[in-house]
């Protein structure tokens, strides 16, 4: 059955076979009523802008889930997880755009130096950098 209880969603699915279930959380936490549980439920566990102990004020004082030291410990796994693929995407976007910029200068006639001198990196770290991304092409 389709049921929109927040928004409106034009379903493309059909009603008569089993369907995943999508939840689209906001930005936002939506305020605490009853016909926002799940969104605000699901939104205060998985925000990254929440602490664990935000996370859990919610979870134990709004939702009475009993928050023993097992699932406190869970949460805080849980959000340092978050932060830790957050960083990691962030690093790897870095040095995604140095790789980029390296083989710009390189395919432009800078040389191996004068792109080390620029990125400041070793030599040798860049004719890697651009071995490696010769042979991608290849």
């Known amino acids: ?6 928004n ?17 959380l906001a930005e936002e936490l939506p ?9 605000r439920l699901l939104g205060a566990l998985l925000s990254q802008d929440l602490t664990v102990n935000e996370k859990l ?9 009993p928050i023993e030291k097992d699932f406190r410990e869970d949460v805080s796994i849980m ?4 932060q ?6 962030i690093e790897t976007g870095i040095e995604m755009g140095k790789r980029e910029m390296i083989m710009k200068m390189y395919n432009k006639g800078y ?17 890697d950098i651009i071995k490696n991304s010769e042979l991608l092409t290849v």
């Open 57 to 65: 004020d919610i979870i134990g004082n709004e939702y009475a889930i």
């Open 111 to 127: 040389t191996a130096a004068q792109i080390a001198d620029v990125a400041e990196m070793d030599e040798e770290q860049i004719k």
């Open 79 to 82: 959000c340092n997880l978050s």
């Open 84 to 89: 830790k693929i957050k960083e990691t995407g």
């Open 1 to 6: 059955m389709k049921d929109s209880i927040v």
């Open 8 to 24: 409106f969603h034009a379903w493309k699915g059909k009603m008569d076979l089993i369907n995943i279930v999508m939840i689209g």
């Open 31 to 39: 305020k605490h009523e009853e016909k926002y549980e799940l969104h």
